[in-house]
């Protein structure tokens, strides 16, 4: 089975501070994803990696960074947390057809204090 | 650019009655299209997903999905649901716009299904 796994399932931090979320992933995939994902907006690209420090802007890159050094690894940092942050974070991995699945990890519920 | 509508964002229904959630996406060019199915309190996964061919493809757990290219949608549907389908429905297409990989999806807002007793 594939595994995506996400360090945390819960992270409670303060504004101001750096905040890193890690995604890892078991199945060798080219492609990963980080999302954020507010009720009643569905899912919202922040950014994607589809190659080793490679790395593109999705819909949403403001106030966020990414870090892909190694192929199963995929982090997700943001330099100073604000409020407006607090959110659900979603991380998938696929290969890079079109027609390959994503398949996503458990969440990390962030809350910004 | 592409976009995809999810035109409920909730749907209550009774145990064993049939569900329809409604989904359609804007692109006319060649698109892959998915549905994805989030549990409470977990990620989410595949539910089913149309390629090519037939224009119906189905799930294990008795969902369906017609493809419509003149109508531009992708319809869920089951005809008979259970407690156990509670949850949120997300319908997604292939973003061709990204140069740099053909894996990026755009997803829609997505559908509460909640199953009553």
């Known amino acids: 089975d594939v595994k995506v796994t996400q360090s945390s399932r819960y992270l409670v931090k303060r504004t101001g501070e750096k905040v890193f979320l890690e995604c890892v992933q078991d199945?060798?995939?080219?492609?990963m994803f980080w999302y954020r994902q507010d009720p009643g907006l569905g899912l919202r690209l922040i950014y994607f990696?589809?190659?080793?420090?490679?790395?593109e802007k999705g819909d949403i890159p403001e106030g966020y960074s990414v870090s892909r050094e190694k192929k199963e690894r995929f982090s997700l940092i943001l330099e100073s947390a604000s409020t407006n942050q607090t959110s659900m974070y979603l991380c998938a991995s696929s290969g890079y057809r079109g027609t390959d699945t994503q398949y996503f990890g458990p969440g990390t519920r962030l809350t910004v204090l | 650019a592409q976009s995809v509508t999810q035109l409920d964002s909730q749907v209550p229904v009774f145990e064993e009655a049939p569900v329809e959630l409604r989904c359609n996406y804007s692109s006319s060019v060649s698109v892959y299209l998915f549905w994805y199915v989030q549990y409470p309190n977990q990620g989410l996964q595949l539910l089913l997903k149309?390629?090519?061919?037939?224009?119906l493809v189905e799930s294990i757990n008795g969902f369906e999905a017609e493809f419509n290219k003149s109508q531009t949608s992708f319809h869920l549907r089951k005809p008979s649901v259970h407690i156990s389908d509670t949850a949120e429905y997300f319908c997604a297409v292939t973003d061709p716009s990204y140069g740099g990989s053909q894996g990026n999806l755009i997803f829609g807002k997505g559908t509460k299904l909640s199953v009553k007793p």
């Open positions: 149309y390629l090519s061919g037939s224009t």
């Open positions: 199945m060798d995939h080219e492609n």
């Open positions: 990696s589809y190659d080793v420090k490679m790395k």
